[in-house]
């Protein structure tokens, strides 16, 4: 889509989704913010999406549902009320016509896997401790310039593809120098949303009072100040999947932190152009309350 008035209403709307999915949304809230008709802003949602604005509200609610039973102990009930299902009923159906079992059978299910993986790690040989250790950081206030990847998180091509279009732009814009702060922020899990639908945030730090004319689809935010539990991964990007299953499924059991519902943040210290892939350096930030 070449109209920039249509992509600038199109990200204002986005924004707003994201931030209110859990809420009652209506469509006059929708008409106010992109300043279209709902059914002019539905189609180029559905162009650029390939969903439509509601589809895509009832997905982000289940989703948000499904990893609080993965990686909470709270009620299914009171997780069916803060997404936004007063009827526990009408949550269940919407649940298991989007993951095919009920709330209480994913919760199950996802706890035996967890077990199955520690005692896969448990049986390796390889000495893993180093993955374990871990600091906590609370983070201040980040603004960033970002690009947003979707798809599958194993197509590496196409997160490249979306990092060099994001340094491409902020090299022209002179928004890059040897001291630039590299991120990505890790939106979804993808053993719960499809890989129609991962997203990953390609992005660079950026000071705050900076102006700039943003085109096309990228966009700035501020990533607001969290508490972390902090990891570094040596290795490739793809082994980090590796360090991944030790924080989730041997650390969490282990240590008494509660995840906070924020994006998993990953910072590169090294560049992969000039760096041999066993000494790439990953810093891996998981939000905790």
């Not at 609080?68 to 997780?79: M, Q, V, W």
């Not at 299910?109 to 520690?118: D, G, N, R, S, Y």
């Not at 290795?235 to 059991?253: A, N, P, Q, R, V």
Request: proline share 3%; with cysteine; charged share 25%.
């Amino acid at each position: 889509m070449g109209n920039p008035t249509q992509l600038d209403r199109y990200k204002s709307l986005l924004e707003f989704l994201d931030l209110r999915f859990k809420e009652d949304i209506t469509i006059q809230d929708i008409e106010d913010i992109s300043f279209y008709s709902y059914r002019n802003i539905n189609r180029i949602f559905l162009s650029l999406h390939h969903e439509t604005i509601g589809k895509y509200i009832k997905r982000l609610k289940l989703e948000k549902a499904a990893q609080y039973l993965k990686y909470s102990d709270t009620n299914i009930s009171d997780i069916a009320f803060d997404i936004g299902y007063a009827d526990i009923a009408a949550f269940s159906k919407a649940f298991k016509n989007q993951f095919n079992c009920t709330p209480s059978q994913f919760r199950a299910t996802q706890e035996l896997k967890q077990h199955i993986v520690q005692k896969t790690i448990a049986s390796k040989s390889i000495h893993q401790e180093s993955t374990l250790v871990f600091k906590i950081e609370e983070l201040p206030a980040l603004d960033i310039l970002y690009l947003t990847y979707q798809g599958s998180f194993e197509n590496l091509k196409g997160i490249k593809q979306v990092w060099q279009q994001l340094m491409e732009y902020a090299f022209k814009n002179k928004l890059v120098d040897d001291n630039t702060i590299c991120l990505a922020e890790i939106l979804d899990d993808n053993e719960i949303t499809d890989n129609v639908h991962c997203r990953y945030n390609a992005g660079i730090v950026i000071e705050p009072s900076l102006k700039i004319e943003l085109e096309g689809l990228f966009r700035i935010k501020t990533i607001a100040p969290q508490k972390y539990a902090k990891f570094l991964h040596k290795g490739s990007h793809e082994s980090s999947l590796i360090t991944y299953d030790y924080i989730y499924s041997h650390w969490m059991s282990n240590v008494n932190l509660e995840l906070e519902d924020k994006p998993t943040l990953e910072f590169f210290l090294n560049d992969d152009k000039d760096t041999p892939v066993n000494e790439l350096l990953t810093e891996i930030y998981i939000p905790i309350k």
